[in-house]
């Protein structure tokens, strides 16, 4: 038996060593010129992995928490919006409760621009910018919430810190919704998407996305580095985390 423990245990901690770092392999998804049909695909197939696993009501758990007052309107952008679903969700939530809020969507790619405005058409009253984020603030004033999900696992440390850093000078709460780094997330999701998606970008991003993902101690490291001091971190169902900031007063 001692003969076949020991490759038992070097596969063991080779294979727990692969979670240990993030990864830092490109997506699919961030290539510059990516097949319109293929990227819509794409959009289409994490629409419904966010309702079905769940992600759309870790989103809305954080806005709980900031969208509070009836008689306030909240300015809130979706950045990295790709194909408008969460924005669809938020409004649809803010609908039903009575809110009222400002929605706008930004994404660097001009298809997911597109492809977001047709599928939030009923939705009147969206804005939507092929635009870095920040760059935005110059043209929507007062904004009171940055929502992005799976959107900051697509940035190293530094590029966080430097968008936490951004959210705070302006005042605004930065509300993230990401994937933890985890085996049994990383090889679940390869399954689901092997057996059920048409599209390579999901089968090959979708797993990746999790090795691209983030420990609840790595979050608390890039928020101390940001200099932020009100915030909060939850693990939520699916393997997921969700981050909310707040400004610095």
């Known amino acids: 038996m001692a003969l076949h423990s020991a490759p038992a245990l070097r596969w063991n901690r080779s294979y727990l060593k692969m979670f240990k770092q993030r990864s830092y392999q490109k997506e699919l998804l961030d290539a510059p010129n990516i097949d319109k049909g293929l990227l819509f695909q794409n959009l289409k197939e994490l629409a419904i992995i966010n309702k079905y696993l769940g ?31 969460s924005l669809k969700a938020i409004a649809e939530w803010a609908g039903k ?24 058409k009923d939705f009147p009253g969206m804005d939507f ?23 900051c696992h697509h940035f190293t440390e530094e590029e966080i810190t430097g968008f936490i850093k951004f959210c705070n000078k302006n005042k605004a709460v930065f509300i993230i919704n990401d994937l933890e780094r985890n085996p049994v997330a990383y090889y679940a999701i390869k399954v689901i998407t092997r057996l059920f998606s048409k599209s390579p970008l999901v089968k090959n991003d979708a797993p990746l996305s999790v090795a691209r993902g983030f420990k609840k101690k790595e979050w608390h490291a890039i928020l101390q580095k940001a200099g932020v001091k ?10 997921r985390h969700l981050v909310i900031i707040y400004p610095n007063e």
């Open 55 to 85: 992600g759309y009501a870790i989103s809305l758990k954080g806005l709980k928490k900031v969208i509070t007052a009836k008689s306030k309107t909240y300015k809130v952008i979706d950045i990295g919006c790709g194909g408008g679903d």
């Open 97 to 120: 409760n009575g809110y009222k809020i400002h929605l706008a969507g930004i994404d660097l790619k001009q298809d997911c621009i597109d492809y977001a405005k047709s599928t939030c």
């Open 129 to 151: 910018y092929c635009d870095d984020f920040r760059n935005v603030f110059s043209k929507i004033n007062d904004i009171a919430i940055v929502h992005a999900s799976l959107f």
């Open 230 to 239: 009100n915030y909060l971190i939850r693990n939520c169902p699916a393997f």
